[in-house]
């Protein structure tokens, strides 16, 4: 209501009839949008071809790769992308690692993936990747620390092992697809945050302060996991050497 | 009601025939070509500038948009307020101002709430190097406050609110106006989202809105008269908020 009764001054022009000039604006203005609305949703090309203007391309961009889920919305990885290039070193052994626990019946020696530096998650908002070097792009990736759905095995009473679902934090390096098993899979190259409540070994957890989730930094082991695993990018404040996670606010949760 | 008491005062309370009446009479001088001086002192008596179209119209423009007839009629209690200005453009930049000690009674600069220069200062740099870990679309929101709150927008207000006042503020005032800031920022988070509210999410704003509010009034106004500065009305029409969300459905 506000925006709209901001924009009504511009509509009145006349001062002699203020009001009958600003219901005939008004009601000219609603006409526009009602035709060019109708136009573009129901006969696109004709309305194309009669002003010249493409329809706005909606959806993911064109050179994504979509990532079929089977429960809740697809994942996507956008553009740009490198050529195919072949894991070695840590990046291999952390390839084969996760596919083992993904449980593939086939674990290559090799393996050859695509390399892809944001992704659309499920939540609908863009991850982005960690500067990693100079092909990067500074503008586009910026919001790469992200929120993963985790598991962690703990001891029951009984003495037995069960599993609880968990919140973690981490940055993504980059993101994987590879075709393995015969079907193609995409991974995020995750490096775990590193917080104070951290033991030995154990990365990916936030401590809280003042009631409010922290982590001291990157640092922790880096390992693939599955892009249906991100949560959510989380924005940090870095105070006093500490990173603070900000309250996820829905307004803007989707948007670049 | 009882937030607006002040210790020994007896004046009357405004109403809607008194504030036209004040705005008349200001409308009056200025048409009699009386000084600046003279205007300026009745205005600060009055507490009106003059006429308004919405609140106070004047017979000229009571003549020209007749069509605004029923709205007069309704009476203002009767109109939704705008939360955008409410929250976002006066109640949150007066909160800022007071944490950081832009806000002063009688040039008191010792008050518990107001943070350190050193402090504020820190607040904007952390908020301004915040910038890479958000989306393109909110970076716009992470300036320096201390330099730019001037300038600051209902979006970064927002933004101020919702997301980071909480991490900047948090340890850095004392926790019972921390306390109180969270209390507005908890009632912000669930009407300022694309999607609607329900009825336990309204009773929840409701309980949120009105702890701030006595407690505003409690800690912060006090209730004296060397305090009155404080004892702003945007504060206590925040209640009007839950009212409104039941009859028209989040702004």
């Known amino acids: 209501m506000e925006r709209k009764i901001g924009t009504l001054g511009k509509l009145i022009r006349t001062a002699s009839n203020p009001h009958a000039s600003l219901t005939a604006n008004v009601t000219r203005h609603c006409k526009a949008d009602l035709v060019s609305s109708f136009g573009e949703l129901y006969v696109p090309k004709e309305w194309a071809a009669t002003t010249g203007k493409q329809p706005e391309a909606t959806g993911i961009p064109v050179g994504s790769w979509v990532i079929p889920e089977d429960v809740g919305p697809d994942c996507a990885l956008l553009p740009p992308k490198k050529p195919s290039l072949h894991l070695r070193g840590m990046e291999l052994e952390s390839m084969r690692a996760t596919l083992m626990l993904e449980s593939a019946t086939e674990v290559p020696l090799a393996t050859e993936a695509k390399k892809y530096y944001r992704a659309k998650l499920a939540s609908g908002s863009v991850a982005g990747s960690t500067v990693v070097g100079s092909d990067s792009d500074k503008h586009r990736r910026r919001n790469y620390s992200v929120r993963i759905n985790s598991t962690e095995e703990f001891f029951l009473p009984d003495r037995t092992v069960g599993k609880r679902l968990v919140s973690t934090f981490g940055a993504v390096l980059y993101y994987a697809a590879v075709f393995i098993d015969g079907r193609p899979m995409s991974f995020a190259y995750v490096q775990r945050v590193k917080s104070a409540k951290d033991r030995s070994g154990r990365y990916g957890y936030s401590a809280m302060n003042y009631g409010i989730e922290t982590f001291l930094g990157l640092g922790g082991s880096t390992y693939y996991l599955p892009v249906a695993a991100l949560s959510e990018v989380v924005e940090t404040i870095e105070r006093e050497g500490v990173h603070y996670v900000l309250h996820t606010r829905e307004p803007f949760s989707v948007s670049e | ?251």
């Open chain 2, 1 to 251: 009601m009882f937030f607006f008491k002040v210790l020994n005062c007896t004046a009357p309370l405004r109403t809607e025939a008194s504030i036209a009446a004040g705005g008349a009479e200001i409308e009056n001088a200025r048409a009699e070509g009386k000084s600046v001086a003279y205007q300026t002192r009745m205005q600060q008596k009055s507490g009106v500038k003059g006429y308004s179209l919405f609140f106070a119209p004047s017979p000229a423009a009571r003549e020209a948009y007749p069509h605004l007839k029923d709205l007069w009629d309704m009476g203002l209690t009767a109109v939704p307020y705008d939360t955008m200005h409410l929250v976002l453009l006066n109640v949150v930049p007066h909160l800022w101002r007071l944490f950081a000690g832009l806000k002063l009674v009688n040039k008191k600069k010792d008050e518990d709430y107001i943070m350190p220069k050193v402090t504020v200062a820190r607040i904007g740099m952390e908020l301004r190097g915040a910038r890479r870990t958000v989306p393109m679309a909110q970076a716009m929101s992470l300036r320096n406050i201390e330099v730019h709150h001037k300038s600051f927008k209902a979006i970064d207000w927002m933004h101020f609110i919702l997301c980071s006042g909480e991490v900047l503020l948090a340890g850095r005032i004392p926790s019972d106006y921390f306390d109180i800031f969270m209390a507005l920022s908890r009632a912000c988070r669930l009407p300022f989202r694309p999607r609607g509210v329900l009825k336990t999410e309204i009773e929840a704003i409701d309980k949120d809105l009105k702890y701030f509010v006595s407690s505003y009034y409690t800690k912060i106004y006090r209730g004296t008269t060397e305090r009155l500065p404080l004892c702003l009305s945007t504060i206590a029409t925040l209640l009007d908020i839950v009212p409104l969300l039941w009859a028209c459905g989040p702004a």
